[in-house]
């Protein structure tokens, strides 16, 4: 049961309270907008740029070092968008990804079955690290690249700063970390590509004469996008998958279409990242329910992604529910975004997602055997689940 009172099968609820004003502000005078046609329209229109994110962050940077594409608006950025495009075409993730994420699932699933249980995110981890490191081209690194990442990427973040203790160790951590993924990952790979050009993004990024700082930049924002957040819908839709019957047995019955219709309605209704914030270049005209309201230029706007997908308007009935049959129409809602900034990896998450949970299911006798435990993280708003185990039957036992 949801906060408003209407049935809900979500898991990782935010728990902001029911139905609110379609647009409105908050306290800090941010724009906040949970209509789905409304949100849309801002994403796809012009007027916004990104905000959020770590943006602050990385415009702390020289100026005549290049911005990775998550932080670029405008001709460079569509400019970008396009010469990569084709690293992520279904038709190349079918032809050039497939077998690594199948071959990737099953090394994976091998630790499930020679040890008999094991936590889904460790799981799921390894999963997205293997298939981001194929699409980017980080395949020639030193062991370890998942405590690497972990200790980029870890439960709790800290604040940056030289004013104090707490800032000045978030900043020494932050530093290390990122030397440590660069001389331990993103170097090896540079160096390979250089003695052989490859297809992938490294060699593109390479040819487009790119620094080595540049490079480390773009791996660690597909990090954060492809990988983590990858993991972290695998163990939401195993948990849903684990807990609903009938929802498993549909899932474990249809083919790929059907199955990937599954995963984007549970991506709908629980968002990976609950919302996207921009910040305004020009008058930006919002055309409400209410009447037309107009977002002066310098101003932010919050999408909030798990109230904009769950407006009936945009997504149908029982918007709270879990109707595969709505993906037809409305697939993931607006959860890889949309617009120029619509996630590239879109189709890359959905199919490695099946290719996991698909093998995963057909296990027998495969359970959950730990309760999860749903954290979330205050910058992006994401959900972080973690105590999902999953275990296997002991042979020669009842």
């Keep these: 049961m949801g906060q408003d009172g209407r049935v809900s099968a ?3 609820g935010r728990g902001r309270g029911g139905p609110a004003c379609p647009v409105g502000r908050a306290a800090d005078g ?5 209509d789905f046609a409304v949100a849309r329209a801002l994403l796809r229109g012009p007027g916004t740029v990104q905000a959020g994110l770590g943006i602050e962050t990385v415009e702390k940077l020289p100026s005549r070092v290049r ?3 998550l932080y670029r608006d405008g001709p460079e950025h569509r400019e970008h968008r396009r010469q990569t495009a084709r690293y992520f075409t279904p038709r190349r993730v079918d032809e050039h990804y497939r077998e690594p994420m199948v071959r990737i699932a099953e090394e994976q699933l091998a ?3 020679a040890t008999g249980g094991a936590a889904l995110s460790d799981l799921a981890f390894g999963l ?10 980080l395949r020639y690194g030193r062991p370890g690249i998942r405590r690497r990442l972990e200790r980029f990427f870890p439960e709790e973040f800290g604040e940056p700063g030289l004013t104090g203790v707490h800032g000045l160790y978030w900043l020494v951590r932050q530093n290390t970390n990122w030397l440590r993924i660069h001389l331990a990952d993103v170097r090896p790979a540079i160096r390979a590509h250089r003695r052989r050009e490859h297809d992938d993004l490294i060699s593109h990024l390479l040819a487009e004469g790119c620094s080595d700082v540049e490079i480390l930049g773009e791996c660690l924002t597909f990090a954060a996008a492809g990988m983590v957040t990858t993991r972290e819908f695998v163990c939401l839709a195993a948990w849903h998958l684990f807990t609903d019957a009938g929802l498993r047995a549909r899932y474990r019955s249809a083919d790929e279409t059907g199955r990937l219709a599954v995963l984007q ?5 629980e968002p990976v990242i609950g919302r996207l914030r921009r910040r305004t270049t ?4 919002l055309r409400c329910p209410g009447g037309p309201l107009t977002v002066r230029p310098g101003e932010y706007v919050e999408i909030l992604l798990d109230d904009a997908n769950t407006d009936p308007k945009g997504v149908g009935d029982d918007p709270l529910l879990v109707r595969p049959e709505r993906a037809a129409a409305v697939g993931a809602g607006l959860s890889f975004g949309d617009g120029p900034h619509r996630c590239p990896g879109a189709h890359i998450a959905l199919l490695e997602t099946d290719v996991f949970l698909s093998r995963l299911f057909a296990l027998d006798g495969v359970r959950m055997s730990g309760e999860p435990r749903v954290a979330f993280q205050e910058a992006i708003d994401g959900y972080e689940i973690r105590d999902l185990t999953v275990s296997l039957p002991r042979a020669g036992l009842g």
């Design 67 to 69: 911005r990775p594409v």
């Design 10 to 12: 979500r898991k990782a």
């Design 30 to 34: 941010t724009w906040q907008v949970r």
């Design 282 to 285: 020009e008058p930006v005209r």
């Design 265 to 269: 309605e549970l991506l709908r209704l």
């Design 128 to 137: 997205a690290i293997g298939v981001v490191s194929e699409v980017v081209g």
């Design 111 to 113: 630790v499930l079955r």
